[in-house]
């Protein structure tokens, strides 16, 4: 009972295999328990869109990115924020 009103205080966290017990009593997945449902939710609508938007060369673009040196990273940051800034003037 104390490790419950640990949690429900946020003085802890459960691990996973705690929560499946209460998982299955409210008849919800333990990730939503865990993480909320908000973010349980938007996890694969950002998959969705991603794999809609873009191709697989740029989803590449998209995944060699973080291993690029910072100052390149930069550059490809600003390089895309003057395009985006370029192409929403017309609107």
Not at 37 to 62: D, H, L, N
Not at 79 to 88: L, Q, R, V
Request: aromatic fraction near 10%.
């Amino acid at each position: 009972m104390q490790a419950v009103r640990r949690w429900l205080h946020g003085e802890a966290i459960p691990s996973q295999d705690k929560l499946q017990v209460p998982a299955e009593w409210l008849n919800v997945e333990p990730q939503v328990l865990r993480f909320g449902e908000k973010t349980v939710r938007s996890v694969p609508a950002a998959r969705k869109y991603w794999g809609e938007a873009i191709g697989y060369q740029e989803r590449g673009g998209f995944e060699a990115f973080p291993a690029l040196p910072s100052p390149q990273r930069k550059v490809l940051r600003l390089t895309f924020a003057k395009c985006h800034a370029k192409s929403n003037q017309g609107k």
